[in-house]
Nanobody
């Protein structure tokens, strides 16, 4: 019943910024872990960032200091602020969610059951 829709992707020059949004609808709960994942052509999906129900966050080493994950519970929206973008960040970005918390900071795709359709980010 949970539906996730990403937006905010696009093309940007290296060094630029972009903010992705993920609107959640249906039945969502404060106990859900939410995360951002990305997948480039020919590569496996990787966990970029995750945020637990208590606000705790986790980031992939490659994006630490550049990306910030946050959520607005009142708006039922997840965000990913991406700064100092690099060509290596080019990928399809997906929003995901799953009920629970023990697995959250591990950012493993297999642990998440609800997924958005993805939004493309291209850095040149």
């Amino acid at each position: 019943q949970v539906q996730l829709v990403e937006s905010g992707g696009g093309s940007v020059q290296a060094g630029g910024s972009l903010r992705l949004s993920c609107a959640a609808s249906g039945y969502t709960y404060s106990s859900y872990c939410m995360g951002w994942f990305r997948q480039a052509p020919g590569k496996e999906r990787e966990g970029v960032a995750a945020i637990d129900s208590d606000g705790s966050t986790s980031y992939a080493d490659s994006v630490k200091g550049r990306f910030t994950i946050s959520k607005d519970n009142a708006k039922n929206t997840l965000y990913l602020q991406m700064n100092s973008l690099k060509p290596e960040d080019t990928a399809m970005y997906y929003c995901a969610a799953e009920d629970g918390s023990w697995f959250c900071t591990h950012r493993r795709p297999a642990d998440f059951g609800y997924w958005g359709q993805g939004t493309q980010v291209t850095v040149s």
